[in-house]
DNA sequence: CGTTTTTCTTAAACTATCTTATTGTTTTAA
DNA sequence: TTAAAACAATAAGATAGTTTAAGAAAAACG
């Protein structure tokens, strides 16, 4: 069942550096395929993070809950993108954060002991990881920047630019969550763009 | 000369994977040593990043200049941090930040050809930049996640509980840049929290 | 040492964003 | 298909953060 549905993660390795066979076996051997309802959560707030998620189908969001019950969200992966608490996974804590579904959606997961016999036995499949990080960096660091230097509405017309797909997915809710603003002021922003 | 300094990047992944004799050898004969002055520049705008920095003693700033000319400060690396514009590093395109010494600064450089030769040469290598790369995504994504939910007194007072050896070596200015607020303002937080 | 540059503070007016509350609309789930 | 829940729009008053300008303090540097 799953066995077919590593090709997704194949495929994405076959843009940097395609697997070894037997890699390829290991890893078909490690992945689970598993659909999601919407609104289904994977990770909760206080759970150990035991997983590492490829998004097949849908949209995953991963956000935060504060004292107050405001959710704030870190990050959205759709298709072909990887999410997981890393500070959770990697360091056997509590993870602060929670993964949940927006839309019914297929993943593949991979547990965190199988990810660690994956690095062992594979340097290019470890080096994949790597580069899937670093582009994980690299894209934070451009959203962190426009976070702390740009207004509202620059980085509510940046993220319609960037993410056009993803701004019909989701509700207007989801995304002022992601800039850091209130739904309220969101929908200010948007009466005054559209009227430009 | 900068054969025995290498010892200091050695000595940082004695904490996560120890690299091979061999690859330490590599590692000697591509490091360059290099002492800089007190806000000199070894990257700036428009120029493309071809070096990744480790710092041995000092402090290091990586920030943005906006249209207005006003400074965002991205990241800073003391002592045993790297630092890098990974983008423009592995995207080969001109960058769009600024690295400069706050200090009179030691850092180690591995210029890129040599950094992919040792990531070839050495999965142990590769393995430990990956790990750089994941503690520096989770910090990270601490950071964004103040940023979109809390308010600056709170990122302010976070900013000193983490950062207390950091704080005390920098100027107000730079924390304010930093935390996204005006000088300015930093400086009206100062006189509240002060008097609590 | 003295001078120059940077940094810190203050305050007032201004702008961005939040809070709360109300209403109509769309989606979801039974 | 309908009741419940989530979403979107709007507005008014409150708070957070900026701008500008000026003077005082501290740090850098020859």
Redesign the interface.
């Known amino acids: 069942m799953s066995s077919n549905k590593v090709q997704h993660i194949l495929n994405y390795f076959e843009d940097y550096w395609p697997i070894e066979e037997t890699t390829a076996q290991l890893l078909k051997n490690s992945v689970i395929f598993r659909e999601l309802k919407r609104k289904e959560f994977i990770l909760k707030q206080g759970e150990k993070c035991n997983y590492i998620y490829f998004v097949v189908k849908g949209v995953l969001k991963l956000f ?1 809950t ?1 004292d107050n019950g ?1 959710q ?1 969200n ?1 990050q959205f992966a759709t298709e072909k993108l990887w999410l997981t608490d ?2 959770s996974l ?1 360091n056997d804590t509590p993870s602060e954060l929670y993964i949940q579904a927006l839309e019914p959606t297929s993943i593949l997961q991979i547990k965190k002991k199988d990810l660690f016999v994956l ?1 062992d036995n594979s ?1 290019l499949f ?2 994949n ?2 580069i899937v ?2 582009n ?3 894209e ?6 426009q ?3 740009s207004t509202a509405i620059e980085r509510y017309q940046y993220f319609l630019n960037k993410y056009p797909d993803l701004s019909n997915r989701i509700s207007n809710v989801q995304i002022a969550s ?3 603003v209130t739904p309220e002021f969101l929908s200010s922003i948007r009466k005054k763009t559209v009227n430009t």
Do not use: C, K, V, W
């Open positions: 935060h504060d405001n704030h870190l890393f500070g990697y690095y340097p470890d080096r990881m790597r990080t670093e994980a960096f690299i934070q660091q451009n959203r962190l920047l976070t702390i230097s992601y800039l850091g």
